[in-house]
Each structure stands twice: as C-alpha cells, then as structure tokens.
C-alpha cells in the first residue's frame, strides 16, 4: 500500500541508498559504537554522494528529487545505521534554511557546496535554558558598522545541535528584538573567530552522530550572512522544523523501526524453544503481527505526508502526526522486540539493544511528542495558523517532469547561470 507512493525513481534511489548502506555504513557501525568519536570520514562520503542536496533544485546542482525522496534516503541509512540516517536528517535542516529563505547570493555561494557535500550545514536553534519554548532564547546578535561595513556580533550558547562537530555552515537564529519578530536567523561558517564547538560527548545511543553545543563568544557576522530579513528568524526556525525537520525524524524512526523488525523476526525463526522456532509461539506471533501492524501504519503516515509536501498540499497537520506516531510506535517495538528477544537482547552481539538507545533519541528533536500533540490540539480547535506547506508550497513543490530524479551524485555541480 504504501508502495503506492513511489515512482520507479524513488524505487531506484532506494536500492541505491540501501546498497551502499549495506557495504559502506554497515562495515563501521560496531567501531561507532565504540570509538567515543563522531563518525566524520563516513558522513563526509556520504554527503559526497549528493544525498544532502536531494532537495535542492537542480540549478544549484542538487537532486531536486523531493521529499519523498528525502524520507527514502534518511530511512535506508538509519535501517543499517540510525546514527548516520541522523546525521544526513540534521544537515537537511541547515539546507531547508537557505531553500526557503536564503537570497540568490546566499543560495549560490552555499548551495552547490553543500549538493556537492563539501559543506555540511546545521541549524542552532535550541538554548539550554528554552529548549521547547524558542521564544525563550538568549543569545543575540548586536548590528555594528555601517553600509558595507555593517556586521552583526553573536553572543550566546546553542544546544543539542546535531552535526555541530562536523558542520561547516551553522544556520543560528538568535534575538535581534523583541517578542516573536525580534529572532533572525545568520549563517556563521565554522571557522569563524568567537565560535566554538564543544567536544563530543558520546551519548546513550546514536553513537557516532555528533550533537553538542555552540559558543558563540562576541563571533563577528557580515550582513550578507543574514538569512531572510531581520525578524524572520522564529519563521525560519518553525517552517524548517515542520517541513524538514519532523519528516527528516520520522524517517529516521522508520529506518530503526524496519531494522527492529527484520531483527526480530530473524530471531524468533531462528532461536529454538521447545523444539521448534520461537516464531511458533502464540504469544511470540502476536507480538510479531503488533510489530509489522506498527510498522505498516508508520510508513503509510510517513510517506503520505511527504507525497503531499512534493505536490504542493497542505501538510503540516500530517507532518506531525507522522513523527508522533514514527517516534512513538518505533519506542513501543523496540521494547516489545527486546521482550521477544528477552536475555539475549542485552548483548552487544545483537543489535538490538543499539536500536533500543537508537529510538531513544527521536522524541526530542522536531518537537517531543508532547509539542506535537499541541500543535495537532490547535489544528483540532481551529487555533492553528497558515500552515508552513501552503506558504511555501511553492519551494517545497516538486515537479518530476523538469527535474528527472538524479540517482548519483551531481559530478560537477553548478551555480544558475
Ligand atoms: C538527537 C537530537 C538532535 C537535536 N538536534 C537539534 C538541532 O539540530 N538543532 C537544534 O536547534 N536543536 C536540536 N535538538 C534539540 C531539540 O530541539 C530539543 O531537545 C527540544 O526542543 C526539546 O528541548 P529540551 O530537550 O530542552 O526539552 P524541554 O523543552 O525542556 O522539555 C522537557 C519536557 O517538557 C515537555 N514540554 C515542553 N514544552 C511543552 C509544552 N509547551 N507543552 C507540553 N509539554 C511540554 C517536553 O515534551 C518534555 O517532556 C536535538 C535534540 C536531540 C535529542
């Protein structure tokens, strides 16, 4: 049923994705578990096969593939490692900045490196001391100088932000006023003076996918890094949340989730319990049937909202109910997998109990579970407001026709003419 969804492209690009995954990424999941690093080497080969830029139109040398497409690489990535499935997911945050808000400046100088995956982009919303309320953020941008001269001085201190030890464009919104107009998004390269990225500090799952915090110490920012105009930066941070950053997790859950599930089922036919599969037992089997029922569902409210994001609908309600649910029922399998799997689960010589941290790791970001019940309770009321798929339906829209799928990376990528 959800097959439905996809084009012959999208099945290619799938066994492209899920064929490099297997002989590429699977290799080095077991020295990312251990290592205590951020896994920079693979991420950068994954980014060189243009997989970051799936989104970005063709002109600038991207994919222009869309968001369907977008979901199937995140997905097929995070079947075989979820730590990798989220590192692409946090650099189509940084690119979904500059596609939506970014000026033709902005959008040549950046977005061919990043289709080219010599930049990986990130986006620093989030503060220690707001988290869900970004309205409550701290940091700000002070102007300075005049006409040519003028730069903006960042101050503060930016958490969890995925990709922050190997980003190469941060995309940081900070206040530059009051009330929900005063934020302003800027795009601060990594190595400018005053921004540090703290170390890595291994977490309990993702190993290997980097999120830590940015200090932003007086860092000094030409006006030409301003993204959008002063003021927009709360409408920068909420439409690349909803539009990338919700699909982007739900795909994600969906790629551990389809691992839990292969996981699981290969064990119960394989492990022996009163002489015959623990498959054959009836409590084993229903469990089963919850998983594939969990999973089922999951794909179809996966895809669906990003089919309707690639033809112009509005979507937003649909985005998040699809990362409720993915993030939601991807938990609740994982830890009736580990009950199917029961002692053995807790070894290391299964995967499980990496999928089990994995999922742990999806109810934060693009809003927890409880933000989107919110916004799905304001939809329910009347209480929303123009949805971010309408007002930008016109970027997020994908047109098969102009922009053939690209499966490979684009070899010499280019600015428009
Ligand atoms: C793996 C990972 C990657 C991330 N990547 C990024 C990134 O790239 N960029 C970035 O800016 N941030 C990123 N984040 C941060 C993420 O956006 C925050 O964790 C998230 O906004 C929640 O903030 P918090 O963790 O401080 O929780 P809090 O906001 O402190 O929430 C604590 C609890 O209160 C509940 N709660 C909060 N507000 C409400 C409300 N209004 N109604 C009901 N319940 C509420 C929450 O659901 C939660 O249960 C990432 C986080 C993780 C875990």
């Not at 968001?67 to 692409?88: F, N, P, Q, V, Y």
């Not at 409550?136 to 006409?147: E, L, N």
């Not at 001269?149 to 503060?156: D, E, I, P, Q, S």
């Not at 971010?388 to 098969?400: D, G, I, M, V, Y």
């Given at each position: ?29 077991a ?10 080497a ?90 869900s309320?970004?309205l ?12 040519a ?10 958490s ?16 530059t ?140 309600h ?35 109990e ?33 949805q ?13 026709d ?16």
């Open positions: 049923m959800s097959d439905g969804f996809l084009t012959d492209d999208h099945h290619r690009l799938r066994q492209r994705v899920r064929a490099f995954a297997e002989t590429e990424v699977a290799p080095h999941v020295a990312m578990e251990s290592s205590g690093r951020v896994e920079t693979l991420a950068q080969l994954i980014a060189a096969q243009g997989w970051i830029g799936v989104t970005i139109d063709p002109a600038y040398g991207g994919m222009g593939a869309g968001h369907l497409a977008k979901t199937l690489i995140i997905e097929e990535l995070a079947r075989i490692s979820g730590a990798m499935g989220a590192m692409a997911q946090a650099s189509q945050l940084g690119t979904a900045t500059i596609i939506n808000y970014g000026n033709d400046d902005q959008k040549q100088r950046w977005l061919p490196q990043i289709a080219a995956g010599t930049c990986l982009p990130t986006i620093a919303v989030t503060e220690p001391g707001s988290g309320h970004v409550g953020m701290r940091s700000t941008a002070r102007r300075t100088g005049r006409g001269r003028t730069h903006y001085v960042l101050t503060g201190r930016k969890w932000i995925g990709n922050s030890h190997i980003g190469h464009l941060h995309a940081v919104v900070v206040r006023g009051r009330g929900s107009r005063g934020l302003s998004a800027f795009g601060v390269e990594h190595d400018r003076p005053g921004l540090t990225a703290t170390p890595y500090r291994p977490a309990m799952g993702l190993r290997g996918f980097g999120f830590g915090e940015l200090i932003l110490d007086r860092c000094r920012v030409p006006a030409a890094n301003l993204i959008g105009q002063i003021g927009d930066g709360l409408a920068i941070a909420y439409s690349s949340s909803i539009l990338y950053g919700r699909p982007n997790l739900t795909a994600v859950a969906l790629g551990l989730h389809q691992a839990i599930v292969d996981q699981t089922v290969s064990f119960a036919q394989h492990r022996r319990r009163y002489n015959a599969p623990l498959a054959q037992l009836p409590t084993i089997r229903d469990k089963i049937g919850l998983l594939q029922q969990r999973l089922m569902t999951a794909r179809i409210l996966a895809y669906h909202a990003v089919h309707q994001l690639d033809h112009g609908q509005p979507c937003d649909d985005l998040i109910n699809a990362k409720y649910l993915n993030v939601a029922a991807s938990r609740d399998s994982a830890r009736d997998a580990m009950d199917i799997h029961a002692a053995a689960a807790l070894h290391t010589d299964l995967p499980l990496r999928f089990f941290r994995d999922v742990q790791h999806l109810f934060a970001p693009a809003g927890t579970g409880d933000i989107q019940l919110h916004r799905l309770a304001e939809a329910a009321l009347g209480l929303g407001h123009r971010w798929s309408q007002r930008l339906a016109h970027l997020t829209r994908h047109h098969p102009a922009t053939q799928t690209r499966t490979s990376a684009p070899a010499h990528p280019t600015a428009p003419a």
